[in-house]
């Protein structure tokens, strides 16, 4: 049975790199020379704003296909743009999974009930059409939800995750500098928010756990808060955690490596700006060459995380 946390874990083994490339594209992060091929291409602007995200996010995933195990395209980036942004993001997302690799799908989802019975159909799972056959509209192998609704809100797509081995990212610990208005609230019982839906989590997950031993309901776990995050891993041992914070947001690699288990594993670290706009602060290089600065950067951020994880800071 297919298992998006064991899937994970052996990509990341494999390329020895627990980073996860963030694509949250703007017009003003993609070299002119493809805004002008885009409006050459294309008469209409909205189509050309959408194919030249397509063909900057495409240079950028073969760029680092053989290094990086998993892109994150942030879905606001994309439906800011409109129909045609939602087309590049589809495109964007079929092109990473033909080069093998695994997609999670940034989108915060957060409802209940039947919505989000539709959310998880169409983002991770599939959707029945006029002819009766299913489909897969968004093809997503993980998405971003936002636990704080309940089981009402989750369960939907832990439903998808047991049936069809995807996986999902639970909100625990944000990177935001205000996340401590609300989640750092003491209950009661004493316990912190984020402990208590740390703790969700972790219990959530117990029907998701494959065999590498990490669970497919994990995490989101902020670079920034990173003695906390080595509490959330004492409470979540199970859950895959996502680690987003790292780099234009402040945290270096001891910070983000916080919540890895003592073997190393179990979290993946997320880079968005830092590797789409690397080629806006080499000035040895052509905009032309923007994809080569995204690997280097990529290269280093491998580098110094492995190394990080060598020589633990936070335990």
């Given amino acids: 049975m297919k298992n998006f946390a064991d899937a994970l874990v052996r990509a990341i083994a494999e390329k020895n790199n627990p980073t996860v490339m963030g694509l949250d594209p703007r017009l003003e992060y993609i070299p002119e020379h493809i805004i002008e091929k885009a409006n050459l291409n294309f008469d209409d602007p909205e189509t050309s704003t959408a194919q030249a995200i397509l063909m900057f996010n495409k240079e950028l995933i073969d760029a680092v296909q053989d290094i990086v195990p998993a892109i994150k395209p942030q879905f606001a980036y994309y439906e800011m743009y409109g129909i045609e942004g939602l087309r590049a993001l589809k495109a964007t997302i079929d092109y990473a999974k033909s080069k093998g690799?695994?997609?999670?799908?940034?989108?915060?989802?957060?409802?209940?009930?039947?919505?989000?019975?539709?959310?998880?159909?169409?983002?991770?799972?599939?959707?029945?059409?006029?002819?009766?056959?299913?489909?897969?509209?968004?093809?997503?192998?993980?998405v971003t939800v936002n636990g704080y609704l309940g089981i009402d809100g989750i369960k939907p797509f832990t439903d998808v995750c047991r049936e069809s081995g995807k996986g999902i990212f639970a909100l625990v610990r944000t990177s935001n500098p205000s996340a401590v208005d609300l989640q750092d609230l003491e209950l009661s019982d004493g316990r912190k928010v984020y402990e208590a839906m740390a703790q969700k989590v972790e219990e959530w997950g117990v029907d998701c756990i494959g065999d590498e031993g990490f669970s497919s309901v994990g995490a989101v776990v902020g670079a920034t808060w990173p003695e906390q995050a080595v509490a959330i891993r004492k409470l979540m041992p199970h859950a895959m955690i996502l680690v987003p914070g790292y780099g234009a947001q402040g945290a270096g690699p001891d910070q983000a490596v916080a919540s890895f288990t003592e073997d190393g594993r179990g979290s993946i670290v997320n880079a968005s700006r830092s590797l789409m706009c690397a080629w806006m602060k080499r000035d040895d290089l052509a905009p032309e060459d923007f994809a080569k600065a995204t690997r280097d950067e990529a290269i280093n951020m491998k580098n110094k995380l492995n190394a990080a994880l060598k020589d633990r800071k936070y335990v």
Avoid: C, F, P, W
């Fill in 101 to 142: 690799m695994l997609v999670i799908a940034d989108a915060k989802r957060n409802d209940i009930g039947t919505t989000a019975t539709a959310y998880a159909a169409g983002i991770i799972g599939q959707t029945t059409i006029i002819d009766g056959s299913t489909h897969e509209m968004i093809g997503a192998d993980a």
